[in-house]
């Protein structure tokens, strides 16, 4: 290994995840060596909050980092070696809309399924072009590694509109889920290898061994989870501890019904549950209230006590050992380690018997050159016949955004699975245009 320390920007600087992960990476300085960490957002106020916080952090955790924060794209984005991007366009008064308008008509409200997700795309689709844009001139060597939700929208707008870029769209959510399976089994997460396939939020365990000694878990897996769900007495993580979150994991049960072969991703149950989903929502207290009133209140309450102490010795920010995965994908990248991580690609070939140009998510051996993923034969027609028709929703999302068309949208909400007839999805299409006047293109 190299003596190299590396520069990283977070993008997104204001969100309540940069904390997490700012502590998870001083965590980690003997395999991933830091030189710099910069922080970037487009909104001063709520960055400063975090950037004050996280400056007296630094200063005594690792006074030999160089940490600075900025709304100045080139001061942000220059001589960086990786930026690790987690943006939310509109914030979470925009993340409430999206969860409100669909379940007045009856319909599932989710910031990244169905078309609340749709909404949060188009949304996110100019704020990551951006970002990229950025790092592509002030930075052309380097990395972005983008868990900005929904990834599977981003990831098909990567790939049509910035394809010469050096991006990789990864997500959190198999992560925390494998965590759960190494509990369940008694074995540590980095003991299991996993095989997996799908789309972002839309996919299915095929295989879960133990690395070491090629002890198969799976069958023990597929037996608890088809009668607990997901569930497990040990807190896994703070991030999906939540009631909401709980009873996710809990329906993961019901998953199995339809597809006992496999262990499914608990964002499923919006695609096959989502009568379940509605009648169990409250669209006057949605999962955004709950973020609100949880991990937003604590993570900047948090920040307000160091400033007001002018010390973070008392434990205020938590490490996000959720984010590990992060740095393990910077440094398989930085030192060519070609650990193997599930990642977001284009599929050439890797599922045999679905298209070569779909964004699909499937573990991938990561080095210098980025993710090259891993044969995972064919696919059973029930899974995909189910992924072909949300891939094709989400490409009709990033058509409808380049063409600015308002038909291609409007197509997109009435394939969703979530969303019953053309009629509901127009009045869905004609709330959201209004509540997104400020973000999406003028469609025609």
Same mark, same amino acid.
């Given at each position: 290994m190299s003596d190299k320390k590396f520069n990283v920007v977070i993008a997104g600087g204001g969100s309540t995840y940069t904390p997490g992960i700012v502590k998870m990476m001083l965590q980690h300085t003997d395999i991933f060596p830091l030189e710099s960490i910069t922080l970037y957002d487009n909104d001063a106020e709520r960055q400063s909050i975090l950037g004050e916080a996280l400056e007296i952090v630094i200063r005594e955790d690792a006074p030999e980092i160089k940490f600075s924060y900025t709304t100045d794209p080139e001061k942000a984005?220059?001589?960086?070696?990786?930026?690790?991007? +987690?943006?939310?366009? @509109?914030?979470?008064?925009?993340?409430?809309?999206?969860?409100?308008?669909?379940?007045?008509? &009856?319909?599932?409200?989710?910031?990244?399924?169905?078309?609340?997700? /749709? !909404?949060? &795309?188009?949304?996110?689709?100019? @704020?990551?072009? %951006?970002?990229?844009?950025?790092?592509?001139?002030?930075?052309?060597?380097?990395?972005?590694?983008?868990?900005?939700?929904? !990834?599977? /929208?981003?990831?098909?707008?990567?790939?049509?509109?910035?394809?010469?870029?050096?991006?990789?769209?990864?997500?959190?959510?198999?992560? @925390?889920?494998?965590?759960?399976?190494?509990?369940?089994?008694?074995?540590?997460? %980095?003991?299991?290898?996993?095989?997996?396939?799908?789309?972002? +939020?839309? &996919?299915?365990?095929?295989?879960?061994?133990? /690395? +070491?000694?090629?002890?198969?878990?799976?069958?023990?897996?597929? %037996?608890?989870?088809?009668?607990? @769900?997901?569930?497990t007495q040990k807190a896994i993580d703070t991030q999906h501890m939540d009631a909401s979150w709980q009873a996710t994991h809990r329906k993961a049960a019901d998953l199995m019904k339809v597809e006992p072969k496999f262990l499914p991703n608990t964002y499923l149950k919006y695609y096959l549950y989502p009568d379940y989903v509605v009648e169990h929502s409250d669209i006057n207290h949605t999962r955004a209230d709950e973020v609100i009133e949880g991990r937003e209140k604590t993570v900047f309450d948090a920040a307000k006590e160091i400033v007001k102490k002018g010390t973070a010795t008392g434990g205020e920010f938590e490490v996000d050992n959720h984010a590990e995965f992060i740095v393990s994908l910077a440094r398989a990248l930085a030192f060519n380690t070609h650990e193997i991580m599930l990642c977001i690609v284009e599929n050439k070939g890797s599922i045999e018997n679905f298209d070569d140009d779909a964004m699909v998510e499937v573990p991938c051996i990561v080095g210098h050159n980025g993710p090259e993923p891993l044969s995972q034969g064919k696919i059973p027609n029930f899974e995909r016949g189910l992924m072909y028709e949300q891939v094709s929703v989400e490409k009709l999302v990033v058509e409808a955004y380049i063409e600015k068309s308002y038909l291609k949208l409007l197509q997109a909400i009435s394939l969703s699975k979530m969303v019953p007839s053309v009629d509901v999805a127009q009045k869905i299409l004609d709330d959201l245009i209004i509540a997104n006047k400020e973000f999406w293109p003028e469609l025609h």
């Open positions: 984005f220059s001589n960086k070696d990786f930026c690790m991007a +987690h943006i939310r366009v @509109g914030k979470y008064a925009m993340r409430k809309l999206d969860e409100q308008i669909p379940l007045k008509y &009856g319909v599932v409200g989710q910031e990244t399924c169905g078309p609340g997700g /749709i !909404a949060y &795309g188009m949304r996110s689709i100019t @704020g990551m072009l %951006e970002i990229i844009d950025y790092m592509d001139k002030y930075s052309p060597s380097c990395w972005m590694l983008n868990y900005s939700n929904p !990834a599977a /929208i981003v990831a098909e707008a990567c790939r049509v509109l910035r394809p010469n870029s050096k991006v990789i769209n990864i997500c959190d959510m198999p992560v @925390g889920t494998r965590r759960r399976m190494s509990y369940i089994v008694g074995k540590k997460y %980095e003991d299991l290898d996993v095989r997996y396939f799908g789309l972002n +939020h839309f &996919g299915w365990w095929t295989s879960v061994k133990d /690395i +070491h000694t090629g002890e198969d878990y799976l069958p023990k897996l597929l %037996e608890y989870v088809s009668k607990n @769900g997901y569930l």
